[in-house]
């Protein structure tokens, strides 16, 4: 408990402090993850250099430096969300193109949302409900602790996006009675072990994949919009939908995997850095 409350109160205190000042922070932070905690080095490296054979080692040394500097960022604005308003978000936060979702939304057509873990996707899945007219749900997976597990889902939801827990996906989404909802659904998730059921080709290698996001929009008869999210400057971000299949029924055996899986390789390549390359990915590969 009393873990729990100094926590929470040290995340308040850097929420407080003004974007410029928790940015200074951030570089500390990468200063201290990347030489001197050494933060998941050989995973991040690993990852690189399998995923960028052709790169040479100074190029795989500028974007391991370049991840540090893209998780502080990440983390620092995550403890932002403890105190962030509203309007702060609705000018830091931009969707370029939100004709996309509402045309689906009048046709009453719900979506399936799919994006990676590029950027700070923590802001991108809190502040997508001030965006679109469709009622916005994800998935979650409760936390051990269930004080950190009620916080980080009132941290989420504070913008009107509904959390469900990952077991009741399924029950969730087949009763889901709202008009056109939106599922934020992540696309690079690694399966476990026993539940791989396909393979697709991903950064340089035959990659797990889950199969959620294609069986659901059948199911479901949910349109597939992948989004492409770029940070303009620090704190500042810009997304751009792209709408991949509207008739999910009329597809091909994994065509919509393949697809949004090749849409999310397509955005890491133009700017690497900023996925997270810590995350242990392929270690079912």
Same mark, same amino acid.
């Given at each position: 408990?009393?873990?729990?409350? =100094?926590?929470?109160?040290? !995340?308040?205190?850097?929420?407080? $402090?003004?974007?410029?000042?928790?940015?200074?922070?951030?570089?500390?932070?990468?200063?201290?993850?990347?030489?001197?905690?050494?933060?998941?080095?050989? &995973?991040?490296?690993?990852? =690189?250099?399998?995923?960028?054979?052709?790169?040479?080692?100074?190029?795989?040394?500028?974007?391991?430096?370049?991840?540090?500097?893209?998780?502080?960022?990440?983390?620092?604005?995550?403890?932002?969300?403890?105190?962030?308003?509203?309007?702060?978000?609705?000018?830091?936060?931009?969707?370029?193109?939100?004709?996309?979702?509402?045309?689906?939304?009048?046709?009453?057509?719900?979506?399936?949302?799919?994006?990676?873990?590029?950027?700070?996707?923590?802001?991108?899945?809190?502040?997508?409900?001030?965006?679109?007219?469709?009622?916005?749900?994800?998935?979650?997976?409760?936390?051990?602790?269930?004080?950190?597990? %009620?916080?980080?889902?009132?941290?989420?939801?504070?913008?009107?996006?509904? =959390?469900?827990?990952?077991?009741?996906?399924?029950?969730?989404?087949?009763?889901?009675?709202?008009?056109?909802?939106?599922? &934020?659904?992540?696309?690079?998730?690694?399966?476990?072990?026993?539940?791989?059921?396909?393979?697709?080709?991903?950064?340089?290698?035959?990659?797990?994949?889950?199969? !959620?996001?294609?069986? $659901?929009?059948? %199911?479901?008869?949910?349109? &597939?919009?992948?989004?492409?999210?770029?940070?303009?400057?620090?704190?500042?971000?810009?997304?751009?939908?792209?709408?991949?299949?509207? %008739?999910?029924?009329?597809?091909?055996?994994?065509?919509?995997?393949?697809?949004?899986?090749?849409? =999310?390789? %397509?955005?890491?390549?133009?700017?690497?850095?900023?996925?997270?390359?810590?995350?242990?990915?392929?270690?079912?590969?």
């Amino acid at each position: 408990m009393i873990g729990y409350y =100094l926590a929470i109160g040290f !995340g308040k205190l850097i929420s407080f $402090l003004p974007f410029r000042l928790l940015y200074i922070f951030s570089d500390f932070l990468k200063f201290l993850m990347q030489n001197v905690l050494k933060y998941r080095k050989a &995973v991040i490296e690993e990852n =690189l250099k399998k995923s960028f054979p052709e790169k040479t080692e100074e190029e795989i040394s500028k974007l391991r430096s370049g991840f540090y500097s893209n998780f502080a960022d990440l983390l620092v604005e995550s403890f932002k969300s403890l105190s962030v308003s509203k309007k702060t978000m609705e000018k830091r936060f931009v969707l370029k193109n939100p004709e996309v979702f509402q045309n689906l939304y009048d046709n009453n057509q719900g979506v399936i949302m799919v994006m990676g873990h590029y950027t700070n996707f923590e802001w991108t899945a809190m502040s997508i409900p001030l965006c679109v007219p469709n009622p916005c749900f994800a998935v979650y997976h409760p936390l051990k602790n269930k004080r950190f597990s %009620k916080k980080v889902v009132k941290i989420r939801e504070q913008f009107g996006l509904e =959390l469900f827990p990952m077991e009741e996906t399924y029950p969730f989404m087949l009763n889901n009675e709202a008009k056109a909802p939106l599922y &934020v659904f992540m696309a690079d998730q690694s399966p476990h072990k026993g539940k791989i059921k396909y393979r697709s080709p991903f950064l340089n290698r035959e990659t797990p994949v889950h199969l !959620g996001v294609e069986n $659901l929009s059948k %199911k479901c008869n949910l349109a &597939v919009v992948f989004i492409d999210i770029e940070r303009v400057r620090r704190g500042f971000y810009e997304v751009t939908a792209h709408l991949l299949f509207d %008739k999910p029924n009329e597809t091909t055996g994994h065509e919509i995997t393949d697809t949004h899986v090749q849409a =999310l390789e %397509k955005l890491i390549r133009k700017k690497p850095q900023d996925w997270l390359w810590s995350h242990k990915r392929w270690k079912h590969a």
